[in-house]
């Protein structure tokens, strides 16, 4: 039986419970943690429902987020 590493996984959630930050804090935060997660060979995923959804507006590029 093949032997299988583990990866961590960081998943960005917004989904209006907690709103203590405006949009451009939220995105900030969102491309703060992706670069952490890259530099920390950690899989990044985004969770974004609140105020609209973040698929509406972005899609994934070289990286699938979703």
């Known amino acids: 039986m093949a032997y ?24 900030r935060g969102i491309v703060s943690l992706y670069h952490y997660c890259k530099n920390n060979n950690i899989i990044f ?13 972005l899609k994934p590029n070289k990286y699938n987020w979703l």
Do not use: Q, S
């Open 45 to 57: 995923k985004i969770e974004y429902t609140y105020p609209f959804l973040l698929t509406k507006y």
């Open 4 to 27: 299988m590493k583990k990866r961590t996984c960081i998943t960005f959630v917004n989904d209006g419970k907690y709103t203590a930050c405006g949009l451009v804090d939220l995105l």
